[in-house]
């Protein structure tokens, strides 16, 4: 119980870094400034959209856990 409990709060973690990298990308703190500006919202864009994702199927793995664990 205690590891998912960790793997959850590092999926969350890990989510969040890559939603506040993307953001970083797009205000132009992480790529250097002789980059393209197409490609720093590109991948800034890129970087939030996965943070999002993450989001949603760990949310969504964790609600078929515990309709599982209600079914049983």
């Given at each position: 119980?205690?590891?998912?409990r ?24 992480l790529?250097p ?40």
């Open positions: 119980m205690k590891l998912q960790a793997l959850q709060i590092f999926s969350y973690s890990a989510a969040s870094i890559f939603t506040l990298c993307g953001v970083a990308v797009l205000s132009g703190y790529i400034v002789y980059i393209p500006a197409k490609f720093k919202i590109l991948f800034g864009i890129v970087l939030i959209l996965y943070g999002i994702y993450r989001v949603v199927i760990i949310r969504t793995k964790n609600k078929a856990k515990n309709s599982e664990r209600e079914f049983i």
